[in-house]
């Protein structure tokens, strides 16, 4: 199959594994045309499942539907300039109501003041955003998905852990995404759409448009923003007048308060970093890495230091507007919502629809990343194409999401408290051995040839045994329902914190021992 110089479309491949090794391209990047020409073709059975077959081989093809897995993207076709679609991509995925979602909880649930919310939103935002930003770096500069970057500290095998561990959060963020979305439909319905038919509507779109890959998904970030910002900007002028209700609350924040939400609104992003490199594999590596820096932090921390704010302001009206209220104990989120845009009509009803769907833009890029990190999991499961675990992933959700939306806040917060005790150790790995062992060199640190090699890359046990010390430091400090330490008791939650530091400490001795003992 032919392709233009310069088209950035993802070649299709039957065999990924032998199709890509970086090793069997020539000093340009390219391959030679014979090694090419059996990359992209494949004997196939005979009779109806043959025809078949080749019929559906057919139609992703001319759906532009992304058929390359985890491989290393070759020089070649690493070709993208538009450097600012990374902007357009992270802003339309967080400039939608799941940001507005998590905000409600510092007002609403913490008890804390809209100021005191709104600064520990943009403060632990404004912090944690740049790992995610960083990390986007990479990936023109190396070709490689982000958690197949994480072998080169975590080896092939052990790097499968924090690999589950991400599809397990992945998962469970697209869980509250597609509830979110499937309470605001309820909410439009006056009750002839249940929440779970909802749900489900929004889980199927998203999956296919995460079906189809890079550039159908780039191509549907670019836009989606657009319909989103204005049902928002609306919902904000209709319900002003009771915005400006706020609860007030009697004293000060405590610090368990504060630590325990910014918990939350860290939790909110720090996941993005590991999946960061996943968006921008098919940039040019001549691509300006501050600009691709500054794309991804504006694009992460302006929509969601606005939108948390702003869900701040309505959790803090909530108790004090009858109608939000009600609209709230029915359909939470989505009711508070539809309760806001009340004053429209019918257009309004029409504006929480579109809020609903903005929830795509969010739903359909975490679940590309998932159906790669799924090809990571296991060595066989590299074999079957990326597109299948759009399917399978999406028919995890769906029954989970249903079962999650009964006590959806208490399921929510319960959830994100996990997330960014694991998220924050394994960056602090990944983060001192990039900085200090391999000295921040993404030209010479990276033996790509490798990345599939269990017997060139490192043993992955003093990654592995300095996330798991860390917990010993990160439990006591730890301030969750089912669990306060002895540490979160005198000064709030400071598990994330914890881990990123101690992790990152520990993993220097332990690595230049195991460095020691197998050579690798």
């Not at 080169?152 to 979305?181: D, E, K």
Request: glycine letters at 8%; one cysteine or more.
């Amino acid at each position: 199959m032919a392709k233009a110089e310069g088209d950035p479309t993802p070649v299709a491949v039957a065999d990924p594994e032998k199709a890509l090794s970086p090793s069997d391209t020539n000093e340009k990047g390219e391959y030679p045309d014979d090694e090419r020409a059996s990359s992209t073709t494949s004997p196939r059975k005979g009779g109806v499942i043959g025809r078949a077959q080749d019929v559906f081989l057919k139609l992703v093809r001319l759906g532009r539907v992304e058929e390359r897995g985890i491989a290393p993207i070759p020089l070649k076709e690493r070709t993208v300039t538009r450097t600012i679609n990374v902007f357009t991509l992270w802003w339309s995925m967080n400039v939608n109501i799941l940001g507005i979602t998590f905000g409600i909880l510092g007002t609403y649930i913490y008890g804390l003041s809209l100021r005191d919310s709104a600064l520990i939103i943009l403060f632990f935002t404004g912090l944690t955003t740049l790992l995610p930003a960083y990390l986007a770096t990479w990936g023109p500069k190396l070709g490689l998905r982000q958690l197949i970057q994480a072998r080169y500290s975590f080896g092939r095998y052990i790097s499968s852990i924090p690999v589950f561990l991400n599809i397990a959060t992945m998962t469970g963020f697209s869980i509250i995404i597609v509830i979110v979305g499937g309470q605001c439909l309820s909410a439009v319905a006056d009750g002839t759409l249940s929440v779970n038919v909802g749900l489900v509507i929004i889980a199927l779109l998203a999956c296919l448009i995460s079906f189809c890959g890079y550039n159908v998904l780039h191509m549907y970030e670019r836009f989606a923003w657009v319909p989103a910002v204005i049902a928002i900007c609306v919902a904000v002028g209709t319900g002003a007048n009771g915005l400006k209700q706020q609860t007030v609350p009697e004293g000060p924040p405590s610090p368990r308060a504060v630590l325990s939400f910014g918990m939350i609104v860290s939790s909110y992003m720090i996941p993005w970093a590991d999946l960061s490199s996943d968006f921008t594999t098919y940039i040019s590596p001549q691509a300006s890495s501050w600009k691709i820096f500054i794309y991804s932090y504006l694009g992460l921390a302006l929509p969601t230091i606005t939108l948390m704010t702003l869900g701040a302001a309505i959790g803090g009206a909530i108790p004090n507007v009858p109608e939000w209220q009600a609209g709230y104990d029915n359909t939470l989120v989505g009711g508070a919502l539809a309760a806001m845009l009340a004053p429209a009509g019918g257009f309004g009803k029409f504006l929480v629809v579109l809020l609903a769907f903005s929830l795509l833009a969010n739903l359909a890029a975490t679940s590309y990343s998932i159906t790669l990190n799924f090809q990571m999991l296991f060595p066989i499961l590299f074999k079957v194409p990326r597109y299948v675990f759009a399917i399978v992933f999406t028919a995890i959700v769906i029954p989970v999401a249903i079962k999650a939306a009964v006590d959806f806040f208490v399921n929510l917060e319960n959830f994100v408290a996990l997330i960014s005790y694991w998220c924050s150790a394994f960056l602090g790995v990944v983060l001192v051995d990039h900085v200090i062992v391999r000295k921040a060199d993404l030209i010479n640190g990276y033996d790509i040839d490798a990345w599939n090699d269990a017997k060139r890359l490192p043993l992955g046990v003093a990654a592995l045994t300095a996330c798991v010390l860390s917990f010993g430091l990160v439990v006591p400090s730890m301030d969750q329902v089912w669990w306060v330490g002895p540490i979160a008791e005198k000064t709030g939650d400071l598990g994330f914190e914890l881990a990123f530091v101690v992790s990152g400490l520990l993993y220097l001795p332990l690595r230049w021992v195991e460095k020691r003992f197998t050579g690798r």
